[in-house]
């Protein structure tokens, strides 16, 4: 899969198709993610991001937010996947996409996961007890979207 994203990229930079360029760049960069390449997955997602608002794709703009929440979620980034998925939330609701749901869940999920992780900080400070919550621990998995 990989390979093939790839070469869909290479065929729309030699096309000079920047709205198929976005595209195959958010797929290579999901792909990347699930092998878990978070960061490679960052850098392709945020071009596509880029290329989605050159264009004037909102809707792809909406998914590219979603999916670099998604990413700096996996990368234990909460705050930079907070901004992510809050401007995919906005978004969404103003274009009226139902993705606002997949959305809203990712963000939920993981404040839900800082307000977790924040509580047993101050449990263990308060008792003593060593820290043991990784980068990694934000609990559920985010939602990809359809």
């Known amino acids: 899969a990989l390979r093939l994203h790839e070469a869909a990229l290479a065929v729309a930079r030699e096309t000079g198709d920047w709205r198929a360029e976005g595209v195959h760049r958010a797929n290579l960069g999901g792909v990347l993610c699930s092998l878990g390449s978070h960061?490679?997955?960052v850098d392709e997602l945020t071009a596509a991001l880029a290329l989605s608002?050159?264009?004037g794709d909102q809707e792809g703009e909406c998914a590219r937010l979603g999916s670099l929440g998604i990413a700096h979620s996996c990368l234990g980034k909460?705050?930079?996947?907070i901004r992510f998925y809050t401007a995919a939330l906005t978004?969404?609701?103003r274009l009226g996409l139902p993705s606002s749901a997949t959305h809203f869940a990712n963000l939920n999920e993981l404040l839900r996961a800082?307000?977790?992780?924040?509580h047993?900080?101050?449990s263990a400070r308060s008792s003593g007890s060593p820290i043991h919550v990784g980068a990694g621990d934000a609990g559920a998995s985010p939602r990809l979207e359809a």
């Open 39 to 41: 960061a490679r997955a």
């Open 114 to 118: 800082d307000q977790r992780r924040t």
């Open 78 to 81: 909460s705050t930079a996947a």
């Open 91 to 93: 978004l969404s609701r």
């Open 120 to 122: 047993q900080r101050q």
């Open 53 to 55: 608002r050159v264009v």
